[in-house]
């Protein structure tokens, strides 16, 4: 069974920057490699928005919110997932998830203010 876990979450002043990581474990085998792997976000409320995508063979897609601003990418070798954030603005806050083949890591909760 495959288990995601996200990192790199926190505060960051309107204008800076985070990077979140998303590492799969478990007997995940070469499933990651196989996978499109996705960054979700949910501010308060029940709606969860993709932000972005990208496939095994590397496409990626964006939100219009966040392009020219986000950048996903992935390290197959280390099955793991990344996404580069800059010039964050206090609408970015929310909790992010990354996602794969249904399977959801727990979060991190990602803060954009004075």
């Known amino acids: 069974q495959v288990q995601l876990v996200e990192s790199g979450g926190g505060w960051v002043q309107p204008g800076g920057s985070l990077r979140l990581s998303c590492a799969a474990s478990g007997n995940s085998g070469n499933i990651f490699s196989r996978l499109t792997m996705a960054w979700y976000r949910q501010a308060p409320g029940p709606q969860r928005e993709l932000v972005a995508s990208i496939t095994s063979g590397g496409i990626t897609n964006y939100v219009d919110s966040v392009k020219g601003r986000f950048t996903i990418s992935r390290d197959n070798a280390k099955k793991t997932l990344y996404l580069q954030m800059n010039s964050l603005k206090p609408e970015d806050t929310a909790v992010y998830y990354c996602?794969?083949?249904?399977?959801w890591g727990q979060g991190t909760q990602v803060t954009v203010s004075l």
């Open positions: 996602g794969g083949a249904s399977i």
